[in-house]
Nanobody
């Protein structure tokens, strides 16, 4: 499974940004998709995840109410809409795919990872 995240950039606090993740054709709907992030000097952490059909989602408490994960299986795309960004959201964001059922929340439960995209939020 090939994953490629893009859409990062430099924004100001309070701004919005949408990240996209392109997945391999014919496989995206077979996987739970998740977004993780890793800030400098910190471990990679869970941000959001969405089940195969897109009907169920889960979010980290730190982004709940500000971020929205969605997917378009017909286009093999996963998105992360980020609103009201804060400086503490600054990190490299990664999309990942999991074969596991349910909505896994930890890095080791995900089987495939794409290259990250950097999001920098200035105060």
């Amino acid at each position: 499974v090939q994953l490629q995240a893009f859409g990062g950039g430099l924004v100001q606090a309070g701004d919005s940004l949408r990240l996209s993740c392109a997945t391999s054709a014919r496989t995206s709907s077979d996987y739970v998709m998740g977004w993780f992030r890793q800030a400098p000097g910190k471990e990679r952490e869970f941000v959001a995840a969405i089940n195969r059909r897109g009907g169920s989602t889960n979010y980290a408490d730190s982004v709940k109410g500000r971020f929205t994960i969605s997917r378009d299986n017909a286009k093999n795309m996963v998105y992360l809409q980020m609103n009201n960004l804060k400086p503490e959201d600054t990190a490299v964001y990664y999309c990942a795919a999991a074969r596991k059922f349910g909505i896994p929340l930890t890095t080791y439960e995900y089987d495939y990872w794409g290259r990250g995209t950097l999001v920098t939020v200035s105060s």
